[in-house]
């Protein structure tokens, strides 16, 4: 059935790949809007960007911040302050001409150092209290009110979802060019207040209170917010009312005089005074920010000092907000720009924008901008798929990718205009997956066979390599030079019997793991895992250039990598690898029902013994004449002339010590003379010298030969006493495998 089906695809190639990518088109456009999709988080995350690489640029402020400080904090005590302090604040601002005062900040309980509050706790013990002529000094919160009444301030207010509370009557009328906006924009059901004294007083009230972000991060403020059918400005644009003088503001609501109906009622403007403002149809503007903050940063505590002409000349004719930056207040938020910004600068953030009529726009026609932008991309990207290569798809893509990019970004560089590009790139990027995975489906069967029988035996990249050049696989046996690798655990049936099965499946994993990515880095062939033993080879099913050097370098790599493995482990543990080379037979063996990609022949027999030699010499590698002779620029050491088991020819076999940086220093240039000084004497049976040359060895040579020359120094002390016969080649027969 499979076959059949893919035999009818191949014949609608084209259709199939078309089908394909429509298919994903509409799926990603669908799942775009469904209420999982981060397609918003991302888009913000782009904008966030956009901001970062331009934010807007800085120009003198229209604002003025008087900052409650940890100075001014240490200076006047803890907050809340008295509210005659606060009312010095108002009454200094008004003084110095300000044009607005508006309050980032919430008055909601009585001042508790007012002396109106001592007066009644003693009244109500009994105690008979004369009064000044004018009493109402001795409330704190009417002093402060009274400096509300006189001077052009907005007090602050919250709207939030966790309260009940009824706000105060708005300050403020509206009129309305369009639908009454009561009919769409969100409702709060409540509010933190001032106390009633202040509101009554204060010319203007604003809403300051940030909507809440999932990640946090304020990039968009409503310049109206709604309790029940009651409206509220936000603290920036009444601050700018009370400054200009005006009694109201103006909505502008879709289906207005001159305003486009899209059917869906929102808000498009909010109009005060001389400014108009463009907003989304919930009323929000989105905050475009400067580098660094513009508006005079002037703490309450220098404000209150002495007479200071810079001071008028940074006030007079200024919005000014109070606000605080001070760390134990909390009034820190995240921009796009910044991770903790004081509340407050946000507000005057808007306002600056606001006076310079400089504003980011997401126009109501731009979702359906980007999926138009998204459909035709994606269109562009499967145009092409069917005829051209693959990497000429991927350029395709790519540049389909960059076009959405550049376009965004075009946008908001010269117009101010936030586009996203992600709907887009992404709608290309998975169009452009899938069908070229239909593609892959369709004309790559044999591909699809070579990697899921060569997948566990070669790296990812020699798999590419017979994918893309599947005529250099022979699938039956064949002769070829492999050079072979053995490597097992030392000791490991000690280390077993101390684990758990679980224990010691962990174990084996991790070291077959490391072991095993250093082999396939190095272009070798993994043949199998026996127990702790691996068994590798190079130059099969591909030609390996190089395979004995390679394989040398495998096995220094492998030494580094089980260094970085002992350094996580209590005890750390020792391999033996062993290499020789040869003709071997290698293929698919095995049963009809069961093969594997194996190599057979004398070569991997001798290649097995020689790793086992290295327990007997104590060394971490040995390495047969087969593969050394063609090893250059390596720290290696001729070890001995063995028998191994099994066979009577002997074969010379070296040790590697390190790598080229090793192999070029004075230390071990000194070493390797010494040391073939050694072997000549030895094996031309001048037993004294070579004696007096092994004695030297074992005081300076490394750590790491002891053993081996323990094993030189045994076999010298029998032929000092029974020398080998005369004709004796300097062999050694090995009786163990």
Known sequence: MLTRLLFLARRRRYLAIWSAGLVVIALVIAAAFSPFSPLDRLNALVFDTYQKLKPREATESAVAVIDIDDESIRQFGQWPWSRTVLASVIDRLAAEGAAAIGLDIILSEPDRTSPA??????????????????????????????????????????????????????????????ENPAAYLPSFPGSVRNLPVLDEAAPGLGVFSFPRQEDGVVRQIPLISRQGENLYPALSIESLRVAQGASSFVIKSTGASGEFDTGQPG???????????????????????????????????????????????????????????????????????????????????????????????RPDWAIGFEIVVAIGLGLLVLAFLPWLSTTANAVIAAGAIAVSIGFGWFAFAN???????????????????????????????????????????????????????????????????????????????????????????????????????????????????????????????????????RACESVLAMLDALEKLNATLEKPVRIGAGLNTGI???????????????????????????????????????????TAREVEGLAMLEVDKVMVVGRDEATLVYTLLGGRERAAQEDFLELKRQHDRFLASYRSMRF??????????????????????????????????????????GSWRAEHK
Not at 711 to 726: K, N
Request: charged letters at 20%; hydrophobic letters at 40%.
């Open 267 to 361: 808000m498009t403007a909010l109009k005060v005074g001389e400014f108009e403002v463009p907003t989304g149809a919930d009323g929000r503007i989105w905050v475009y920010y400067t580098r660094e903050p513009t508006s005079p940063l002037i703490p309450v505590h220098r404000l209150l000092g002495d007479p200071d002409p810079e001071l008028t000349s940074q006030i007079e004719g200024r919005v000014v907000l109070i606000g605080t930056s001070a760390v134990g207040l909390r009034d820190l938020v995240a921009t796009p720009l910044t991770a903790g910004f004081p509340g407050v600068l946000v507000h005057a953030a808007i306002i600056d924008q606001i006076v310079n009529q400089k504003f980011l726009t």
């Open 415 to 549: 117009y101010d205009l936030l586009l996203s590009p992600i709907l887009p790139a992404q709608t290309s990027l998975l169009a452009y997956g899938v069908a070229s995975g239909v593609r892959l489906l369709l004309s790559e069967s044999e591909s699809r066979y070579i990697r899921g029988a060569f997948a566990h035996y070669l790296s990812p990249a020699m798999v590419e390599e017979l994918v893309e050049n599947p005529d250099a696989l022979v699938l039956g046996g064949e002769n070829r030079e492999l050079t072979i690798l053995f490597c097992d655990i030392r000791s490991f049936t000690t280390i077993s019997e101390t684990m758990e099965p679980t224990e010691l499946t962990v174990f084996l994993n991790n070291f077959l793991t490391p072991m095993t990515d250093v082999l396939m880095e190095k272009g070798a062939t993994i043949d199998k895992y026996i127990g702790d033993a691996i068994m590798a080879f190079w130059n099969a099913p591909l030609d390996v250039p190089q395979h004995r050097q």
């Open 584 to 626: 071997c037979c290698v293929g698919n063996l095995g049963s009809r029902q069961r093969f594997d990609y194996s190599a057979i022949g004398d070569s991997v027999n001798v290649g097995s013994r020689i790793e086992g030699l290295t327990k007997q010499y104590g060394l971490s590698n040995l390495i047969a004449e087969s």
């Open 688 to 729: 004294d010298e070579a004696a007096n040359d092994l004695a030297l060895l074992r005081k300076t040579g490394p750590e790491q030969l002891a053993k081996m020359y323990a094993e030189y120094q045994h076999r010298l002390d029998a032929y000092l006493v029974t020398p080998p016969a005369a004709d004796w080649d």
């Open 117 to 178: 509050l001592a007066v009644a706790q003693l009244e109500n013990q009994g105690f008979q209290v004369t009064y000044p002529s004018s009493a109402s000094d001795l409330d704190h919160d009417r002093i402060l009110a009274a400096s509300f009444a006189k001077a052009p301030v907005v007090a602050g207010l919250v709207l939030s979802e966790g309260v009940d509370t009824p706000p105060p009557p708005a300050k403020a009328g509206f009129a309305f060019a369009g």
